[in-house]
Each structure stands twice: as structure tokens, then as C-alpha cells.
């Protein structure tokens, strides 16, 4: 403390009094300087209190068919993303490139894998439109109800998992008959 | 907020007016995904067998050849977007989000290009029936 002030105060108990309070503001404000989350990432500089708040993580959600349609539909959409369509570009480019590319690449997809990986994708994109179409419906605004938005979170994957078995027994119906 | 540098002051609180078109772009090529899968879908149904000339023929026709290369960029600017959000979502190093963003166009542009090219030469060179 600057001898001067500290002198004041001995005569002036208002000044000791405000001087704390000043040291005690500066002292929360340099607490709230130190790292946290949000000031950990690489490359940028903590320049200012990162005490904004953070959403809580999954742990303490009470699960329900909303939060599981929620993440199928992040889940449905990458797996399509990343497997889906590099297979249908693959065949595709087996039928242009001629009959033993084709044959190659229908050797590999009715292997028991293939038609794991097959059926995987058909239930993924149910799976992702239903839940797509889940969202136009929420994005004009309606079904927010909470027992309307419940059924429908529901419905989406039985109804996805319904279709999945239909188109397949269809196909195998057609295939084998 | 805050009383930083001008930087520090804007800097992580988001908006670059960019998200509201990518959203309705997202639902765009959402509903073009819908409208031109289900066609495959149906199309694919119809067929009689899944052998190499007879799915020559099924390409080379134009009402199959223009679906589906529509149908590829509409997929894949679709996955592109929404691969985008996640990359946004999960990578918080800007470095490493950059160059996974980059590799992402290569991926989406890549794959659509590829597609559309085997169904051209389909389309232009294939008529074996
Ligand atoms: C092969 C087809 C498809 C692929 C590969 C695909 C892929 C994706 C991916 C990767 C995402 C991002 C998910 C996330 O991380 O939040 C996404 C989002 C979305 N998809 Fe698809 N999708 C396909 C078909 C469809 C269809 C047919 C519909 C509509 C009926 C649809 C509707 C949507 C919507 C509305 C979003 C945005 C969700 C949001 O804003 O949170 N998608 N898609």
C-alpha cells in the first residue's frame, strides 16, 4: 500500500475501508483471469475473463426419445456422410468402369459384411430422413408439445426400423423368388 | 464485453453472417436428397435383375443419367454442409479446423465429380441393349 494512503487511513477509517474494498474487487477480477475451459484452446490469447457459461455436459440429461432422435440424427448423417455415399460413388464407378469392376464390387457388398454395411446404411437414411422431416416440422414452428414432440421422437425410429426390414424383405423376396 | 484490445473484444462470439444461408441451404439440398433418393429408391426397386448390361442400359437412359448426377450433387453438397457443422463443432484448434474444412471440399467436390463422371461415361459410351 502506498505509504500515503496508508497513513490517510490510520487518521480515516472511510478510506481503510475503501481501499479493501478496491483490493478485494481486484483480487475477484484476477481469479477470474486464471485459466478455464474455454481460455485452453490453443492459439488464442486470454485476453479477456472467459467466465461465460457453458452448456452442462450429457451426463446430467434425463434421457428421452427426443435427445435419442437428436443424436441418431448427427449419427445417421455422418455415418452416410462418410460411408454412404463414398459406396454408392464406388458403384457407380464399378458399373462405368465395366463388368469385372462391377462384379468385384457386388463380390464385396453381399459378403456378410456388405450386407451388414448394406443394411446399416438403408436403416441410417430412415433413420436420418424421418428425423429430417422431424425437423422441417419443428422449423415452421409446431409439435413442441411435449407429448406431441415425444410421440414423434418416438415414431421416428420404429417407423425407420419398419421400413428397413420391409425394403429388405422386399429385396430378398425378389432376389431369392 | 470485457475491456480488451478491439480483437478481444469480438473475438469467439460468433457470428460471421454466414449461418443463416447455410441453414436454408442445408434444407435445400435436404429436400432435394428426399425428392431424388426416393426416386433412386423406387427406380432401383423396379428393375428386374441387378446384372452389369442391364444396369447399362438403365444408366445410359437420360431420365436415369440427369437424376442421379442431380441426385450426386445434392448428396454431396448436403454432406457437405452438414460435415462442416461438425467439424465446427468438435474441433476447436482453428490450425486443424482449417485444414480438415480443406479436405472436406476435396471429399465433397472429389466425390461428386467422380460420380457424375462414371455415370456420363455410362451415359455417352455404354448403350449395349
Ligand atoms: C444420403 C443422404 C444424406 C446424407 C449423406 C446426409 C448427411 C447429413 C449430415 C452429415 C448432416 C449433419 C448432421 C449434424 O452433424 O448435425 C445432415 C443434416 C441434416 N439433414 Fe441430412 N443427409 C442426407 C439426407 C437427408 C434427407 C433425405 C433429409 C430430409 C428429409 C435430410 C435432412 C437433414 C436436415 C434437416 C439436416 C440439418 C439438421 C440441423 O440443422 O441440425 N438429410 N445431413
Not at chain 1, 23 to 32: G, H, P
Not at chain 2, 7 to 23: C, E, F, L, M, P
Not at chain 2, 57 to 83: C, Q, T
Request: charge should be positive; proline fraction near 5%.
Amino acid at each position: 500500500m502506498h505509504p500515503e494512503i496508508g497513513h490517510a487511513a490510520q487518521k480515516n477509517p472511510a478510506i481503510l475501508f475503501a481501499c479493501r474494498y478496491v483490493f478485494a474487487k481486484a483480487l475477484v477480477r484476477l481469479q477470474r483471469l486464471q485459466p478455464c475451459a474455454g481460455s485452453l484452446i490453443r492459439g488464442q490469447k486470454l485476453v479477456k475473463p472467459t467466465n461465460r457459461p457453458l452448456s452442462p455436459h450429457l451426463g446430467i440429461y434425463k434421457w428421452g426419445p427426443a435427445m435419442l432422435v437428436s443424436i441418431l440424427h448427427r449419427a445417421t448423417g455422418d455415418a452416410l456422410a462418410l460411408l454412404g455415399a463414398p459406396i454408392l460413388v464406388w458403384w457407380l464407378y464399378s458399373i462405368s468402369a465395366g463388368p469385372e469392376s462391377y462384379e468385384f464390387f457386388t463380390g464385396i457388398m453381399t459378403t456378410i459384411p456388405g450386407f451388414i454395411v448394406m443394411i446399416g446404411m438403408t436403416f441410417a437414411l430412415f433413420e436420418h430422413t424421418y428425423s429430417g422431416l422431424r425437423h422441417f416440422v419443428l422449423d415452421a414452428g409446431a409439435g413442441y408439445e411435449l407429448q406431441t414432440n415425444k410421440l414423434w421422437s418416438a415414431a421416428v425410429p420404429v417407423l425407420a426400423l419398419f421400413s428397413t426390414a420391409a425394403l429388405w424383405f422386399f429385396i430378398s423376396s425378389k432376389l431369392i423368388g | 464485453m470485457g475491456s480488451g484490445t478491439n480483437i478481444g473484444k469480438v473475438r469467439g462470439h460468433g457470428s460471421a453472417q454466414h449461418g443463416a444461408h447455410h441453414w436454408m441451404v442445408q434444407r435445400v439440398t435436404a429436400v432435394g436428397n428426399l425428392a431424388l433418393i426416393a426416386w433412386l429408391i423406387i427406380s432401383l426397386l423396379r428393375l428386374p435383375t441387378y446384372e452389369h448390361e442391364l444396369l447399362i442400359g438403365w444408366l445410359s437412359s437420360p431420365l436415369v443419367a440427369v437424376p442421379m448426377m442431380l441426385m450426386l450433387v445434392s448428396i454431396f453438397w448436403h454432406l457437405r454442409l452438414g460435415l462442416q457443422v461438425l467439424i465446427e463443432d468438435y474441433i476447436p484448434d482453428h490450425g486443424l479446423k482449417f485444414g480438415i474444412i480443406i479436405l472436406l471440399n476435396f471429399f465433397a467436390i472429389g466425390g461428386a465429380a467422380l460420380g457424375i463422371f462414371a455415370v456420363a461415361k455410362v451415359a455417352f459410351t455404354g448403350v449395349v441393349a
